[in-house]
């Protein structure tokens, strides 16, 4: 199946900064990507859809100005979570699908916020 | 938008018994229902998918089946083994290439 890489894999940052994950489809083009958020032992919840182009659609209680999201390019989505804090700590996860297509999901990136 | 909901939480069988999921949603429009399997801190793998224009679907040890009018499909293993044993997440879409709500999940455990 094709491959989304997702890199970092793991980032400890200190409350206040801002973290940048990249999502990439490595073998297709994505029009769209996904952006989940899972916490320990609990589902993934949709944060966003990013489209390339055009402004990401957030799901309702999702703060847009906390995660930016940016989709430059067909092959690249950005997740930038803007001044991190504790209880940001999770595990994001990305999805990419060409239309019609089955969905890939990215090996997903530990943030910890200290 | 969608509510998709997914029992049990928790399950463990013996090894060679069947385990079954159930999930419902709440979208009469939603379509393609697939299932997923996540391994601790790892992303989750699709095992088995299903439209809504078919009743039941299977792939060796795995099926899966939906009933349209009562928005419910379950996940059905046999024959488990101990590599079955992972969290696995139902989820409901309009479309494959649309956004995925997941259900809570169920954690299987299999008991050798």
């Known amino acids: 199946g094709a491959v989304v890489s997702q890199h970092p894999s793991r980032v400890i940052c200190k409350s206040g900064t801002s973290v ?19 916490f320990p032992k609990q589902s993934l919840m949709l944060m966003a859809t990013s489209n390339e182009g055009s402004k990401a659609t957030y799901e309702q209680g999702v703060e847009k100005d906390k995660f930016l999201i940016n989709h430059a390019s067909l092959t690249l989505s950005t997740l930038t979570v803007t001044s991190a804090h504790p209880e940001d700590s999770s595990f994001y996860i990305c999805s990419a699908a060409e239309p019609y297509n089955e969905q890939f999901f990215g090996p997903g990136t530990r943030l910890t916020v200290l | 938008g969608e509510n998709v909901e997914q029992h049990p939480s928790t399950l463990s069988v013996q090894e060679g018994d069947s385990a079954v999921i159930k999930c419902t949603y709440s979208d009469s429009a939603s379509n393609y229902f697939p299932w997923y399997k996540q391994e601790l801190g790892k992303r989750p793998q699709l095992i088995i998918d299903i439209r809504s224009n078919v009743g039941e679907k299977k792939d060796q040890r795995i099926a899966v089946t939906l009933n349209k009018t009562a928005k419910h499909f379950s996940l059905h293993i046999t024959e488990t083994q101990p590599e079955d044993s992972a969290v696995y997440f139902c989820a409901a879409t309009l479309d494959t290439g649309n956004q995925f709500y997941f259900g809570t999940g169920t954690s299987l455990t299999v008991i050798p």
């Open chain 1, 20 to 38: 940048k994950i990249e999502c990439r489809s490595l073998d297709f083009q994505a029009t769209t990507m996904f952006w989940y958020r899972q």
